[in-house]
């Protein structure tokens, strides 16, 4: 969810009875699109610090974990301490797992800050400390899925990928497939489709991966399409066809409100703020009911984001 850190020298699909591979194409082409979507970016882009040369590929890396399901402006105060504290991925691969997640905060999801430990003890063991260039050796570690090494490989190293994420998803649902909202996963036609639409030159892949990605974000969103301020409305397949409503499966809404999702982040909030283990009765205040208190406990404790103690004592993990 990160456009280059270093700008390059240079820079859904489907409806549910449509395949993307068999989708309408943009009038003169998806190369048609390429010129208006990078000049509006180049004009457009907003400064956010992951972005910046000084960045460097970890910055990247810690941006596309911080960013997966967590909007920009949370994002952006635990981002600019995080880099503050572990600049390198060695910094964080020395301390305990625990302490990534204690500075994780109120993010969510997180399970995604054990993962990003887990990835800079891996950077520091098998690389030296420096983030590898190649999509494989991304791809190897730790914690990272196809998304975040195709993202990492481009932002970060102007390489020729396709990254979809569900704003770069959403955008191409639309302009090329001609479809209102992409699949709720995604699916294979959708990663050839992302491919068949890649300008063939490097930089300039890595340039539209990330403006196609800014354009989801700020313009084609879910709720709102701003078609008057969009750069290729004028080839946008589905505005053409007179944005008919999307007819698949039930969009998913997230609720958060009373779920074991809202007990764990109470709960970690509280082992996050201690200094020392906290004793089963503190935690036993968080939450009223339970059942569920003590399933969300025992999940955290499941995933790793929690350590059991002795005598009923709990903290974050040490290891």
Not at 97 to 119: D, F
Not at 122 to 138: C, F, K, M, N, S
Not at 198 to 217: D, H, I, Q
């Amino acid at each position: 969810m990160t456009p280059p850190a270093t700008p390059p020298a240079a820079s859904p699909t489907t409806h549910a009875t449509t395949p993307a591979s068999a989708a309408p194409s943009t009038p003169d082409g998806p190369t048609a699109l390429h010129t208006p979507l990078i000049a509006w970016f180049d004009t457009h882009a907003r400064d956010l610090p992951w972005r910046r040369p000084e960045a460097g590929a970890w910055g990247v890396m810690v941006s596309e974990f911080m960013l997966q399901q967590t909007p920009v402006n949370r994002v952006l105060p635990v981002y600019e301490q995080w880099l503050a504290r572990w600049p390198r991925p060695a910094d964080l691969a020395a301390e305990p797992s625990g302490e990534a997640v204690r500075a994780w905060g109120r993010l969510g999801y997180p399970r995604r800050a054990l993962r990003l430990h887990g990835a800079a003890q891996a950077i520091t063991e098998r690389y030296g400390g420096d983030v590898p260039r190649e999509h494989a050796q991304l791809l190897a570690l730790p914690g990272i899925g196809e998304y975040t090494a195709a993202a990492v490989a481009s932002f970060a190293y102007g390489q020729r990928h396709a990254v979809l994420d569900t704003n770069v998803r959403r955008v191409f649902a639309r302009a090329v497939a001609g479809v209102q909202y992409p699949p709720n996963a995604t699916t294979a036609a959708e990663r050839k489709l992302a491919r068949s639409l890649l300008p063939a030159e490097e930089a300039t892949a890595a340039r539209w991966a990330a403006a196609s990605m800014e354009l989801g974000a700020l313009v084609c969103t879910a709720k709102n399409e701003a078609c008057e301020r969009c750069p290729i409305a004028t080839r946008c397949v589905w505005r053409l066809a007179g944005k008919p409503a999307h007819d698949g499966p039930a969009r998913r809404g997230q609720t958060y409100a009373g779920t074991d999702r809202q007990v764990r982040g109470k709960l970690l909030a509280v082992l996050r703020e201690a200094v020392e283990p906290v004793p089963q009765q503190v935690l036993d205040a968080v939450w009223d009911e339970p059942v569920q208190r003590n399933r969300a406990l025992d999940g955290l404790v499941a995933d790793g984001l929690v350590e059991p103690m002795e005598n009923g004592m709990y903290r974050l993990p040490m290891a």
